[in-house]
């Protein structure tokens, strides 16, 4: 195992992060404080309470879930995707790392921003509400999967992107959407019965739900469902990495 | 020997045949330019032995290992500067080349990246971005980049591609300076006059093709080769006795005579010749020489594979 290169790699693109540290920090403590004045103040207001806990708490672990998700994504497939694009990928080819080193590299950068991220918006969150965290390791667990596995798919999008429009297509068209229905701003339990039963179908909910039961002890479905979900995704993607890496797909002509 | 290439073939996906089978040994220490046009193959094959390409058919080891199977060995001795500037382009300049060290597995050695940065006049732009560099410079951060890891064997796929005269030299000296410490070099190009003056060997590759290999000093003294044509005001059937001693050939038609002759040898006998000739009362009507170059053969070779 070459960890001096994993490292090289893991280091260099932290750099990237660290460069732009400003709008790292900045962008989710803005998007996270909007959050709140428009879904807690304006439209929470009028709602009670959800399944017990006030509607300005019920929307933290959604609203992480969201912002983590995406910037796993996002920053994963672009820190493959931008070697490819300018050509420096070659260095990665010709050097003495297999690919496991490679993904270890990218992918570890991509979670820990996503990490960060997450922490920030839970941080910025406790200063408005007041968020119970009941299995705190059960928490961090889910977190760090969900930052791991997306960040994995994230590295799928990056190598199979032949351009910046696709690179945005995925995290657009499916993720977003399947994080907004997921029940990020509302428990599964408010929709009418048909909704509730295609909503199942949807893998995000299951994160979720998973997610949210670590801080509130409460569930849209059992808790062991959605670690299997979460460990399933990264089991599915870190097979797909596999193939991608054997086959040289996209990467190696 | 350092790089043994066995029969090495490439198709790309699509049918298109890059590289149809190429068999080439590489000497230790030695510098080795690949010579040949545009799509001729050149870069495949640098690309197939550094890792960056699968080869679909034969094997190619570097010092011993095999590129696929023990790719991490065979790897790690191996630096390459590629023909495109590929390079991220926000990076401070020791940040990129400390990057590459460590991507080989290498420990960090500051005092080692500063030996290459100066060595190659990049110690002032350490701290500049990539981005705010010229051309030139950048073309030094991608050799730099290749040397970091400190290799045994440095490929330079079109170093000097639109590289001004200055910055050529330099690329130059750097290549025989690296040669000194023993370093093995195999460069491409289709500049003629750049495998004259810096390479060992020269190797002709056309169409997926290794035409030929030999030494460049052997290519030169084929190079010194000169012919001295004599032509006449009156046809001959045959050669005169008298000028039997200089192996003359009959041509066109017998109204020329051809000489040939080393421009390297002590003396080439034309005085002499010419005076004989007008002794044995042939008259001359004018005289022409002409030499075979680098360029003739290199061009004869390619036509030859592409017919």
């Given amino acids: ?253 | 020997m350092i790089v043994d290439i066995k029969d090495l073939r490439k198709t790309y996906k699509g049918g298109f045949e890059a590289l149809k089978g190429v068999t080439l040994v590489i000497k230790e220490g030695e510098i080795l330019a690949l010579l040949g046009p545009n799509g001729a193959g050149k870069t495949t094959l640098i690309s197939t032995i550094c890792g960056i390409t699968n080869p679909s058919a034969g094997s190619v080891s570097v010092g011993g290992h095999d590129v696929v199977k023990d790719y991490r060995a065979a790897r790690s001795m191996i630096g390459l500067v590629p023909q495109e500037i590929n390079l991220e382009p926000f990076n401070k300049v020791i940040d990129v080349v400390t990057y590459s060290r460590g991507l080989f597995g290498k420990k960090a050695n500051p005092a080692k990246i500063e030996e290459i940065l100066r060595q190659l006049s990049l110690w002032d732009k350490k701290d500049s971005r990539v981005m705010e560099l010229s051309g030139g410079m950048k073309r030094r951060v991608l050799i730099a980049k290749a040397l970091s890891h400190e290799p045994r064997i440095l490929f330079l796929d079109e170093p000097t591609a639109g590289v001004d005269v200055e910055l050529r030299k330099d690329m130059w000296d750097v290549v025989a300076a690296l040669k000194e410490q023993g370093v093995t070099i195999i460069l491409t190009t289709h500049y003629i006059e750049e495998a004259e003056a810096i390479a060992d060997r020269v190797g002709v590759i056309n169409g997926g093709e290794l035409l030929l290999v030999e030494e460049k000093a052997a290519l030169m003294q084929r190079l010194g080769q000169k012919t001295l044509q004599v032509d006449l005001q009156a046809p001959v059937d045959s050669v005169p006795e008298s000028l039997s001693a200089y192996n003359l050939e009959i041509a066109e038609g017998g109204n020329a005579l051809r000489y040939h002759y080393d421009t390297s040898g002590e003396s080439t006998g034309i005085t002499r010749l010419l005076g004989e000739i007008s002794a044995a009362g042939l008259q001359l009507k004018d005289i022409q020489t002409e030499q075979s170059s680098l360029e003739d053969i290199f061009v004869g070779l390619v036509k030859e594979g592409a017919a």
């Fill in chain 1, 1 to 253: 195992m070459n960890f001096t290169a994993v490292w090289a790699i893991y280091y260099s693109e932290m750099v990237r992060f660290f460069r732009t540290i400003a709008q790292s920090f900045i962008s989710p403590v803005i998007s996270t404080s909007l959050y709140f004045v428009v879904f807690g103040a304006a439209i929470g207001s009028r709602i009670d309470q959800v399944e017990g806990v006030s509607y300005g708490a019920f929307i933290v672990p959604g609203l992480i879930m969201l912002s983590v998700m995406t910037q796993a994504l996002s920053n994963a497939s672009f820190g493959i995707y931008f070697p490819k694009f300018i050509g420096t990928i070659y260095e990665l080819l010709s050097a003495p790392v297999s690919f496991l080193e490679i993904v270890l590299g990218f992918v570890g950068a991509a979670a820990t921003k996503a990490l960060f991220i997450g922490v920030v918006i839970l941080v910025t969150a406790s200063m408005f509400v007041d968020v119970p965290v009941t299995h705190p390791w059960a928490m961090v667990l889910f977190l760090v999967l969900t930052c791991v596995s997306f960040s994995l798919f994230g590295f799928i999008i990056g190598v199979w992107a032949g351009n910046f429009e696709q690179l945005q297509l995925i995290p657009l068209l499916v993720v977003t959407p399947l994080v907004f229905l997921g029940g990020s701003f509302y428990s599964i339990a408010m929709l009418p019965p048909i909704w509730q039963k295609i909503t199942l179908f949807n893998p995000v909910v299951y994160l979720i739900s998973g997610f949210r039961w670590s801080f509130f002890g409460t569930a849209d479905v059992p808790v062991g469902l959605s670690l299997l979900a979460i460990f399933g995704f990264t089991a599915l993607c870190m097979g797909i990495i596999w193939w991608i890496f054997k086959t040289g797909w996209r990467i190696r002509a």
